[in-house]
């Protein structure tokens, strides 16, 4: 059974940094689509990046490019999401998602990912 879970999360002032760790088991990260989203209060999930840890392609929304960026780690079986200039619009929840043996296809829908983590707060106050 695969499991994830984030850490990382907390409260920063805009212009701050964080980084977002989601640790895997049960799986060996060899070939797989890893996404991390997000939710604010009142508003839909959004996808914010993905990463296909078979080439390491990244991939990531509009919002974020340039500011964030997901990496893989496979021997620590661990995938992270640097976020940098972070504002007061990043604050949601954000969760880890895993499609195993997927490619990424369609990373940011929600439906391409069979495995979600319970999430991490990010609040970043202005």
């Known amino acids: 059974q695969v499991q994830l879970v984030e850490s990382g999360g907390g409260s920063v002032q805009a212009g701050g940094s964080l980084r977002l760790s989601c640790a895997v088991s049960?799986?060996?990260?060899?070939?797989?689509?890893m996404g991390w989203f997000r939710q604010a209060p009142g508003k839909e999930r959004e996808g914010v990046a993905a990463?296909?840890?078979?080439?390491?392609?990244?991939y990531y929304a509009d919002s974020v490019k340039g500011r964030f960026t997901i990496s893989q780690d496979n021997a620590k079986k661990t995938v992270y999401l640097q976020m940098n200039s972070l504002k007061p619009e990043d604050t949601a929840m954000y969760y880890c998602?895993?499609?195993?043996?997927?490619?990424?296809?369609?990373?940011?829908?929600?439906?391409?990912?069979?495995?979600w983590g319970q999430g991490t707060q990010v609040t970043v106050s202005s």
């Open positions: 998602a895993a499609d195993v043996y997927g490619y990424c296809g369609t990373w940011s829908r929600e439906a391409e990912y069979n495995y």
């Open positions: 049960g799986y060996t990260l060899s070939s797989a689509c």
């Open positions: 990463i296909y840890t078979g080439f390491g392609r990244q």
